[in-house]
């Protein structure tokens, strides 16, 4: 495939598999890596966003950061569509609750993402466009979720540009109101990206925070312990 390495990635035609995890958290990547892979060859270094290539129980898996915010993971996951043919995006990232349902080490499944981010209005589209996963990636992560035992959600989350002061609110309402159950910063790019270039994507997602009863989770815990969204999203493989 053609313009390869880019200026994001570093790899050769070959060396990431057709279904890739994309953890924000380049050290979660390498977590990853560590611990459910086999086999593993790292492909990516650049801008320390690092990328590995190995088997999970027998099926060729990648696994790379993509920072934080649209605009990162938008340079990355169109990279990894258009220019090294990467099928299946499968996010796995932290997220806020915005619901009283939705409780620390929840999983949700990001079935569609709203936005206060202008990513997807850049594309030009006459309208609002509705950000969605990939329907048969979400039936098997919400299978294997079932057969886990874990307890998780799937609807609606914002994907939003601002981590520190959220505008949850847009003419009156807010998004909760909306039923949108947690609040990240990725999904709403990823899954235009993905439309765009006819790939799968879908975002699962591990509460680690709660705007609703103030819990919070430690850095450290988000990188090495919320290992059911890993579990998850590895058996799309």
Do not use: W
Not at 121 to 148: H, Q, T, W
């Amino acid at each position: 495939m053609a313009n390869v390495p880019t200026p994001h990635i570093e790899a050769a035609v070959g060396d990431i598999a057709e279904t890739v995890l994309l953890p924000g958290d380049p050290l979660r990547a390498k977590y990853i890596a560590d611990n459910f892979l086999t086999d593993v060859k790292q492909f990516n270094s650049t801008r320390n966003m690092l990328g590995f290539t190995g088997y999970y129980e027998g099926k060729r898996v990648s696994v790379m950061g993509t920072g934080m915010g649209c605009a990162s993971i938008g340079i990355y996951s169109y990279e990894l569509i258009n220019f090294y043919g990467c099928k299946n995006l499968i996010r796995i990232g932290t997220a806020g609750a915005l619901s009283p349902d939705v409780h620390i080490r929840d999983v949700v499944l990001a079935q569609g993402a709203c936005t206060n981010s202008n990513y997807v209005r850049n594309f030009g589209i006459p309208g609002d466009y509705a950000p969605i996963c990939s329907f048969s990636l979400l039936r098997k992560a919400v299978d294997k979720a079932e057969e886990m035992g874990v307890r998780y959600h799937v609807g609606n989350v914002l994907s939003s540009d601002n981590f520190y002061t959220q505008q949850n609110t847009v003419l009156g309402r807010t998004f909760p109101e909306m039923g949108v159950l947690a609040v990240e910063m990725e999904a709403a790019a990823l899954y235009t990206n993905a439309a765009l270039g006819h790939a799968n994507a879908l975002a699962i997602l591990t509460i680690s925070d709660s705007a609703v009863t103030g819990e919070e989770t430690t850095a450290k815990e988000r990188e090495t312990t919320f290992t059911n969204m890993m579990k998850i999203a590895l058996s799309l493989a």
